[in-house]
């Protein structure tokens, strides 16, 4: 058993950046310390919820001033309702933080209680929602900026690309971190927001109520110049649209995981209050807002001519409008914590490709951040920060989403009842809360649809619709994947295949020396050796092969075709006879000079052959890579040394029929030692590596070498430099590698790859790929 303490490893030139931005590796086992207090919870997913109650009022009363001039007196009602429902959902999602101690977003409640296909919906609509979300806060918070300095509207889609890659960083650094950061301006948002209502509203009562007339601002060209009757449409299209407001109140329940314990009462209080807050600061501005008669202008946002109504343009104005432009693009920090933790869990669930999976330097889920900044920034590209053609599209995916999670609620509080004890308690008060919820979220659903869908709902639908669909494809195709690998094809016997062995000989340098070493040393039954260099062999060719080559070796040949080598070379070696469970091991020597930049650059050749041998039946290839002015010392007749001693590491990372198929070959090398390793990144799936191991009763032993910081590089390279650093001993390293079709390479970590690329320049570090192609 090998370990490693919880040391970050030396931060390389090249890394400096890299850590000067993110910060310094966090060890996995301090995962717990990064849990979220109340305090620091409450702002981080909270601010979406709270910054909607600023454009919230704002998209009820367009669609009410478009239609009539004197219908701003619905806006009040119509906020009322949303408030309702406001509460009504924070109770429900109470509900679900109870039955889901351990975190129950949409997702997983729609999975437990629907099936899979209602689970994909609700992760879709989930998806949807945290993506335009990022995109509407940031280009509302860019929005309320312009409001105040409006020399900076030309500059709109830059400053919002460029606040969704600020965010996008802090977020890497950490939840712990971004709670610290985000803290201080969501506070002194909801300060400020609630001393301009208890200002406004105090004014009101003495009979001095804010007027905003008095601004002069130039009203939107579409809005009505004349007062007419409003239908009951439109009167639904601003419900629909002030809805807004409710986005962003499931965060908590998909988050409870990153709580302090006990997560699920913190996580539950948070909720509350998060909700209690909102509710009075969204019906606070909207009532300021009828009593201050506001229009609609492109120039100033409602809450800005509140604030500015309310204290006359004064200190108390900038105030506002600084923290609003702060929360709405803080707002968007809520979708950076849900939409990493869901994507993860989808991940897990074969449903997203596996590298969502990973947790960063951090213990973030990184990839998630960084696709979610990607995906957002060019939404805001489309829109040209356009918070009105963002918002259309809006809303949707949120009540989706809302409405399966309560739906599946209602199904479990039945089925708990059914099953009775300890789950079943108060389950008559929680089921009438989600059905409550259930009820009103899809009725919520309709409406929007109906009301928004020709003004770009429908892109929305569409894009929940392909999303649903793009999963159950994923998911159908890591499961093909599992069953190729696990077929049972490959045993671990006492009789192994023959390893025959074909050199490929473009130069004579230190690097076919010490192939040539290498080769001696596990004394093949079967050695080819062809030339493969550009252009014909040099006269002498076969005489300088005679004197690098020892004593007995074969004769040099001359491969045909070389114009096209990959398909010369595939010709040469399916003319060697060959059984099932044999190998041909293809040894590519190559002394590395350049970067790894420069080395693909030159070595474009080379690399196609790599490529192209993977999916060849039997063929292993073995890189034999020297870095320049390193080489194995000839011996006192000028030929290649046989090495002291030859140690093989076989890395595992799975139990299948490629890595079976790994050991078979590793033990054909007759290495003095042989080892296999599993290097550790999840405690739990090390302990059923090791079960499995076990069972498959294999002749070579496997360790664990600790990955604290779930980066391979350091732990690889000890491992390895524990044999290197002994004189004369070269370290054989295996893989095993399972080959997918190029279309699919972007749904696989590609470890092989990684592990190609670390051991390029290594110096007596030969690595030896094994590969399983798969074919679906």
């Known amino acids: 058993m090998m370990s490693a303490t919880a040391v970050p490893p ?44 600023i454009y919230a009022p704002e998209e009820i009363l367009i669609p009410l001033l478009v239609a009539s001039a004197a219908a701003a007196y619905l806006a009040m009602p119509i906020a009322i309702a949303i408030a309702v429902l406001l509460a009504v959902v924070v109770a429900s999602y109470r509900q679900v933080i109870k ?30 929602d945290y993506i335009l979300t990022v995109a509407v806060q940031i280009a509302a918070g860019v929005y309320a900026i312009t409001s105040a300095v409006p020399k900076l509207l030309p500059f709109s889609v830059e ?109 539950a209080m948070t909720l509350t209050i998060m909700g209690s807050l909102a509710i009075v600061m969204f019906l606070g501005i909207a009532f300021l807002a009828a009593r201050a008669h506001v229009t609609i202008s492109e120039e100033r ?31 968007a920090n809520t979708s950076f914590q849900g939409f990493p933790q869901l994507a ?27 696709a979610l900044a990607l995906v957002a920034c060019a939404l805001i590209v489309w829109a040209q920060a356009d918070v009105n053609r963002l918002i259309q599209l809006y809303v949707v995916g949120v009540f989706t989403a809302f409405t399966m999670s309560q739906t599946g609620m209602v199904k479990h509080w039945l089925r708990e009842r059914r099953k009775g004890g300890e789950g079943a308690a108060g389950w008559q008060r929680s089921i009438v809360f989600n059905a409550v919820g259930a009820v009103t979220t899809f009725v919520v659903v309709i409406v929007v649809t109906l009301s928004k869908f020709l003004e770009g709902a429908w892109i929305s639908i569409l894009g929940m619709a392909i999303l649903a669909v793009t999963f159950s494809m994923i998911y159908r195709h890591y499961a093909a994947v599992a069953k190729a690998l696990n077929r049972g094809r490959v045993r671990i016997t006492d009789q192994i295949g023959v390893n025959r062995v074909v050199l490929l000989v473009h130069d004579f340098n230190p690097a076919l020396m010490e ?33 690098y080559c020892f004593a007995g070796g074969p004769e040099l040949e001359v491969l045909e075709g070389r114009s096209r080598l990959l398909e010369s070379l595939l010709a040469y070696l399916r003319s060697i006879r060959r059984d099932r469970p044999d190998f041909i091991t293809v040894v590519i020597p190559e002394v590395v000079r350049e970067r790894l930049s420069a080395y693909v650059l030159t070595h474009l050749a080379l690399i196609r052959v790599k490529a192209g041998l993977v999916r060849e039946p039997n063929v292993v290839i073995t890189d034999v890579p020297v870095p320049a002015g390193d080489a194995s010392p000839p011996s006192m007749d000028g030929r290649p040394v046989v090495p002291n001693r030859v140690e093989a590491l076989l890395f595992v990372s799975g139990i299948n029929d490629a890595t079976i198929r790994a050991v078979n070959y590793a033990r054909t090398l007759q290495a003095a030692s042989t080892r296999a390793i599993h290097f550790a990144l999840d405690p739990a799936a ?20 600790e990955a604290p910081f779930r980066d391979l590089t350091a732990p690889m390279l000890e491992a390895v430099h524990r044999v290197t650093d002994r004189p004369g001993t070269i370290a054989a390293v295996v893989i095993p590698e399972y080959v997918v079709k190029r279309r699919h390479m972007i749904l696989h970590n590609q470890s092989a790859l990684f592990v190609k690329r670390l051991f390029l320049a290594e110096p007596r570090a030969i690595l030896t790929s094994v590969p399983w192609a798969i074919d679906m």
Request: aromatic share 10%; with cysteine; hydrophobic share 50%.
């Open 686 to 705: 090390t302990r059923d590596i090791l079960d499995k191991w076990a069972r498959q009763g294999s002749p070579i032993p496997l360790e664990v070498s």
């Open 159 to 267: 400053l919002s690309v460029g606040f969704v890659l600020f965010i996008m960083l802090v977020n890497l650094r950490g939840a712990k971190e971004s709670g610290a950061f985000f803290a201080p301006p969501v506070y002194l948002f909801i300060v400020s927001i609630l001393v301009m209502v208890g200002v406004g509203v105090s004014k009101c009562l003495l009979g001095t109520c804010p007027d905003a007339a008095s601004q002069d601002l130039p009203a939107l060209a579409r809005l009505a110049a004349v007062a007419k009757p409003v239908s009951i449409f439109v009167i639904l299209k601003a419900f629909s649209s002030g809805c807004a407001a409710l986005t962003g109140v499931e965060a908590v329940s998909n988050g409870v995981r990153v709580f302090k314990r006990p997560q699920a009462r913190n996580a």
């Open 10 to 53: 030396q931060v390389s030139p090249k890394g400096f950046l890299k850590r000067l931005l993110v910060g310094r590796q966090v060890a996995t086992q301090r995962l717990e310390h990064t849990l979220l207090p109340k305090v620091l919870a409450l702002p981080l997913f909270s601010s979406d919820a709270m910054s909607s109650v």
């Open 344 to 370: 993860s869990i989808l991940a897990n669930d074969r449903y997203m490709p596996r590298q969502f999976v990973n947790r960063g330097d951090r213990l973030v889920f990184s990839n998630g951040i960084i």
């Open 99 to 128: 039955a889901y101690p351990s975190g129950g977003g949409a997702y997983i409640v729609s999975k437990d209680n629907l099936g899979a296909a209602p689970g994909l919906v609700a992760a879709a609509a989930l998806i949807v």
């Open 515 to 547: 192939a040539l070493g290498y080769i001696r040393s596990f004394r093949p039954p079967e050695f080819h050796a062809v030339w493969t260099g550009r252009g014909r062999p040099p006269p002498d060719a076969r005489e300088r092969w005679r004197e």
């Open 301 to 331: 946002s409602v809450v800005a001519q509140v604030a500015f109504a309310v204290f006359h343009g004064g200190v108390g104005f900038y105030l506002v409008q600084i923290f609003s432009a702060a929360i709405l693009m803080l707002g």
